[in-house]
């Protein structure tokens, strides 16, 4: 039998591919509009970074985590989101003294043990963002601003939700932690046995649960709004005032909480009826305290996570690969010996060739040319040696014409030049 890919690892083929090369290249445009610099970290770490950066008691790492150890005996992870592994890289080469905002992105792969359904691989693919440096209000706005410019830049706006929250911070989480859990202890036979678990552990990643009974259960809980400080509630009004200010359209959502226990204030998550239940495309929020967590400075962080399988259902059907510019169809040993030196020199001049390898007919070579979505095809045989003429012929309005040999090479660069400019 044929041996096929592991369950919820995807083979990416040719036709998607080229719509992930237009997502990424969408982000690397909208990130150079804020001056935000690439980092690539490996896939690959020990598992205390997670377990530190995470939380040990995340369903991510209890439940989720590729962890196996090496030869030495080692505990090793595949990374299951980039936040941590770029805070370790950071610290560990003293990046956060380079510049007083630290702009960094990635995009790769990320690793989850969970049930692989639609717009959910336990190989998944993600763009993120993190700034670390600023506790103000505006590097918030801006990160939630990047996600939203990239998802609307390739999906639209239409049923797409920006939902605000802030989670509070150290003065004002602890009233709320105490009036959420005399609410809990009181209802905690309503709960599902994960909520009355989590309770313990962190009460507020309750309002995560994506059991309907206890969504339900929950709708009279504490929620952290009625308890920010006067500073929290005045960062988040902030944001949000930038946000009208970019046009960025938002609803604040009480109970939307991050299944990681590192945020803090700002969080958000862009959603799409259009995705059902996965809805999430976009997320993310603040963590000022991760970086100290890490071994590193007192620094505070802001991020964001695009998911990229879940962008591309939004984008609709895969893009046809970019046909090339030219085809040169060559019959006999003369003429391919001297189409090899035009197929370099085009090449170097920015002109895209196939060719085929095996000495096939003309009709054969015209089908591959066909195939190959090639603009222009060039015919070139013995007759057309002699004569001291090929022929040009455009593939979209089937007319052809005749072009010296002697300036040949330096004709097809100008004709196709100018016509992709045209276009």
């Not at 649960?209 to 504490?222: D, S, V």
């Not at 893009?319 to 170097?348: Q, V």
């Not at 002109?351 to 070139?380: H, N, P, T, W």
Request: hydrophobic content about 40%; glycine content about 8%; some cysteine.
């Amino acid at each position: 039998m044929a041996i096929k890919a592991i369950r919820g690892f995807k083979d990416i083929l040719p036709e998607e591919a080229c719509s992930r090369v237009r997502l990424e290249e969408t982000a690397r445009q909208v990130f150079a509009l804020c001056g935000i610099d690439e980092i690539r970290t490996p896939v690959l770490e020990k598992t205390e970074v997670f377990k530190r950066g995470i939380g040990e008691h995340t369903d991510i790492v209890e439940k989720e985590m590729y962890t196996f150890q090496d030869r030495n005996g080692e505990s090793l992870t595949l990374r299951p989101e980039a936040t941590a592994g770029i805070i370790r890289a950071v610290v560990e080469h003293k990046l956060h003294g380079t510049a007083p905002l630290l702009k960094l992105f990635t995009m790769g792969p990320m690793f989850r043990h969970e049930r692989p359904q639609k717009g959910r691989l336990r190989q998944f693919h993600q763009v993120n963002v993190e700034y670390l440096g600023s506790s103000e209000p505006p590097a918030d706005a801006e990160i939630i601003w990047l996600a939203w410019e990239i998802v609307t830049r390739l999906a639209g706006s239409e049923d797409l939700l920006v939902e605000i929250n802030s989670l509070g911070c150290e003065k004002c989480r602890p009233v709320h932690r105490k009036e959420l859990m005399l609410y809990l202890e009181n209802n905690q036979q309503d709960l599902c046995e994960d909520c009355r678990r989590r309770m313990k552990v962190n009460p507020l990643r309750i309002f995560d649960c994506k059991n309907e009974e206890c969504r339900r259960n929950l709708i009279l809980a504490p929620v952290m709004k009625h308890y920010l400080c006067p500073d929290c509630a005045s960062h988040l009004g902030m944001v949000l005032d930038i946000l009208e200010a970019y046009g960025v359209p938002f609803v604040q959502n009480p109970y939307l909480v991050r299944g990681l226990d590192y945020y803090v204030r700002t969080t958000f998550e862009i959603t799409s009826r259009k995705l059902g239940a996965q809805s999430t495309v976009a997320a993310g929020g603040r963590y000022d305290g991760l970086v100290k967590l890490m071994g590193g400075p007192d620094i505070p962080g802001v991020g964001m996570a695009v998911g990229v399988e879940r962008l591309l259902l939004l984008m609709g059907e895969a893009e046809s690969r970019k046909g090339i510019d030219l085809f040169i169809a060559a019959l006999g040993r003369e003429p391919r010996d001297e189409a090899y030196y035009w197929i370099g020199y085009l090449r170097r001049h920015g002109i895209s060739v196939e060719f085929s390898f095996a000495d096939k007919s003309l009709k054969a070579q015209m089908k591959q040319a066909d195939k190959s979505g090639a603009r222009y095809c060039l015919i070139f045989g013995e007759n057309e040696l002699d004569s001291e003429r090929a022929i040009l012929r455009d593939m979209k309005t089937k007319e052809q014409e005749e072009i010296d040999l002697d300036d040949l090479p330096e004709a097809l660069v100008d004709r196709i030049s100018n016509q992709s400019a045209g276009e």
